[in-house]
Each structure stands twice: as C-alpha cells, then as structure tokens.
C-alpha cells in the first residue's frame, strides 16, 4: 500500500510544525524576546515545502501555542503569547514562510550566497515585523535596541543553514511526494 502524496505532505506539516516547537526550546533567554531556533525551522518549512504548505506548517505551530501546547518558547503557551512583546514575530512567521517557499519554487535559491541573502532578508523582515510590534509597547528605540539588533548576527548564521539544511532535505522529500513546492 502507498501512501498518497497529500498524506505525505500532512505528514511534512506536522514534522515541520514539530522541528519549530523544538527548536522554541533551543533558546537564549533574552528581554524582552528570546534568541531562539524558530525562524531557521520557518524559513526551512517554506523552503523546502513551498509557500501554502510552509505556512500550513506554521499555522499548525501557532494553533497548537494558541489552544495550550507548550510549543513556544520556554514551553509557553496561550492567547496572551500573541498579543505579549513576541506577537509580532509570531505573526511575522506566516508571511516569511509563504516568501520562503516562493523564493524555493521560483529557483532563487539555487545559488549560495544570494540563496543565504534572500534568508537573511526574509530574517530582517521577521526582526522589523517583531520589533514594530514591540515598539507599540516599549518605544522604537529600546524595540530595536533589544527585539532587533542583537538577533542579525545569528539570523546571518540560521540564513546560511536554512539554504544548506533546504539543499539537503529537498531531494530527499521529493523521492516521496514527486511534485514541486506548492
């Protein structure tokens, strides 16, 4: 019996939705936002996934935080978490995947270094949508003081390993669901 490659594809959302819980746990605590792992399993889920199944996979991450599952970061969880000082990188993680996925199935990504520069962009887009965000509540200055700037050179870093990570688990998704990114 084989499975069918939608239900591959489920299966892909929930692994991918189960790499960003994990990698909330992989955390540098930080006020008011936590360094963490998620954005390299966000743009990997787009990445390799295309853009309407990286964001189902996203979108499955934040429901299970929103219904209690201890899914984000310090094993947190809830309402209030999207509307606390990380609500705008919460937010941030849907339209980055879905440009993530468009960036994979258009062939930007083939290439190292402008493949590592449109991550890094869609990081920096992650870390304005986030810092805008706190900024309603702490001013702009301390947003990107303490919700921007600390987090490039890592996001510089999870760039680089995103397109290395996406090189690798690309083909390997293909040999069980035969179609490109969607």
Known sequence: MTSSPIALRLAAVVAFAALMA???????????VPMTLQSFAVLLAGAVMGPRWGVASVLLYLAAAMVGLPVLSDAASGIARFTGPTAGYLVAFIPAAFLAGWLARNGRLTRLIPATAWMVALHLLILAWGSAWLALDVGMEPALRNGALPFIPGAVIK????VLAARALTPALARFVPVRPA
Do not use: E, W
């Not at 994990?22 to 008011?32: E, G």
């Not at 760039?159 to 995103?162: A, D, H, R």
């Open 159 to 162: 760039s680089l390993l995103v």
């Open 22 to 32: 994990l990698s909330a746990q992989i955390a540098v605590p930080m006020v008011p």
